[in-house]
């Protein structure tokens, strides 16, 4: 009888088991994605890997700073600095004066060219802490006027330059009333170098940011005049000037492009400019200047890329160096801690590598050659390698 007691209790709880509720689990589907059981590949810097990679970096980045650094060595530039030297001397202590002053204000300057210019010669104009950045300066603007002539009052955005007069301003916004509007006249030997002005500007912007057929309406009609004025008969797609000048500058210090010159000019050689220094940098203590440069397949004059490109190369190959030398005159050393039995774990050695390891008992050493992953017994010195 009492065999038959804990059958009927195991059948009851089977039953109460059967019948009871069963609870969502929240574990989530297996996946060998989700368990990250995916194959993968992962590298072991061994010491010949990371010296071998830091030699590759060296071997391809130096030869590419070497070539930058003589590509931009070839190209000619004259810089020549000209809003303090174009000061009459009365005016010297008030700049700002000057400049807001009616009159002329031409200036001579001498350039003395000491390496041959391969034409095309590159004439820019150079502003300094001048910051086409802000956003307030960046954001006065509309181009669906630029590009469309029925879109003429379209100036939410143009503040404070939308109108004068009553009328809207056509380009409106500070950046067209800010045009940079001095001039440069170039001449050698009493004869004069002639600018090519056209397609200074990027054909994008011609062909899709200005219209064709929308012309300048109302500019510098204001009570304070900001820059260069426009001709009111040419449309927007052909005044390159300020097309270059709507290209904003990232940064406070930037070059725009005010002309070409299509001759060679030789070596010392002396080019006389005329200019008018008509534009305000006055009054937040910029500097002006005109530039002069040749390009060669790489651009203009730049150092940094092949410094760069050296510096990282020539580190490379000290690591390099540093690393070899530590490799062979250092090699991985274990202490054992325990004796004289003991157990090596060797991780995935992915080549076959020497490893010696001090034991502690009589101060011996013992010299193994590990290759793959698995459990080595050590019991007693040993002096030959041994996979």
């Keep these: ?28 589907k297996y996946s060998r994605f989700t368990q990250q059981e995916l194959p993968a590949c992962k590298p072991i810097l061994t010491p010949r890997w990371v010296i071998s990679a830091f030699m590759l970096v060296g071997i391809i980045f ?5 070539v930058a650094l003589l590509a931009s060595h070839d190209v000619v ?25 009616p009159g002329s204000k031409a200036c001579n300057r001498t350039l003395r060219v000491e390496k041959k210019m391969k ?20 954001k006065s603007r509309s181009d669906q006027q630029l590009r469309n002539a029925k879109s003429e009052n379209d100036t939410d955005d143009c503040k404070p330059e939308e109108s004068a007069n009553g009328s809207s301003i056509v380009p409106c916004g500070l950046i067209a009333w800010s045009l940079f509007n001095d001039t440069y006249n170039f001449s050698v030997n009493n004869s004069p170098l002639q600018l090519n ?18 012309y300048p309406k109302n500019f510098q009609k204001g009570a304070l005049k900001g820059g260069a004025s426009l001709n009111e008969s040419i449309p927007l797609s052909e005044q390159e000037d300020l097309i270059v000048w709507m290209r904003t500058a990232a940064l406070p ?25 008509n534009y305000n940098t006055y009054s937040f203590n910029g500097k002006k200047k005109l530039v002069l440069s ?29 690393f070899t030398v530590v490799y062979l005159v250092k090699p991985s050393i274990f202490q054992v801690p325990n004796g004289p ?37 050590v019991t007693e010195p040993v002096y030959k390698g041994f996979a």
């Design 119 to 138: 034409g095309p010669i590159y004439v820019y104009y150079q502003l300094d802490n001048f910051y086409q950045n802000h956003r307030r300066y960046v």
């Design 294 to 322: 040749t390009t060669s397949w790489l651009g203009g004059k730049n150092d940094f890329l092949g410094i760069a490109y050296l510096t990282v190369g020539g580190i490379c190959f000290f690591l390099a160096l540093a």
């Design 62 to 66: 130096v030869p590419i700073g070497v």
């Design 341 to 377: 039995f003991h157990l090596l774990n060797f991780l995935s050695v992915p080549h076959q590598q020497d490893i010696f390891i001090l034991l502690p008992e009589g101060g011996l050493e013992t010299h193994l050659t590990c290759h793959g992953t698995g459990t080595q017994e």
């Design 1 to 28: 009888m009492s065999s038959n007691v804990p059958s009927s209790s195991s059948g009851a709880a089977g039953s109460a088991d059967s019948s009871a509720p069963r609870r969502n689990s929240k574990r989530p």
């Design 197 to 214: 002005k056209k397609d200074i500007s990027w054909k994008s912007d011609r062909e899709h940011k200005f219209g064709k057929d929308v």
């Design 253 to 277: 210090t930037f070059r725009k492009l005010y002309g070409k010159i299509e001759r060679d000019i030789e070596a010392n050689t002396t080019i006389h400019v005329s200019l008018d220094n």
């Design 77 to 101: 530039e004259i810089v020549d600095r000209y809003e303090t030297d174009c000061i009459p001397a009365e005016f010297i202590n008030d700049k700002v004066k000057y400049i807001q002053t």
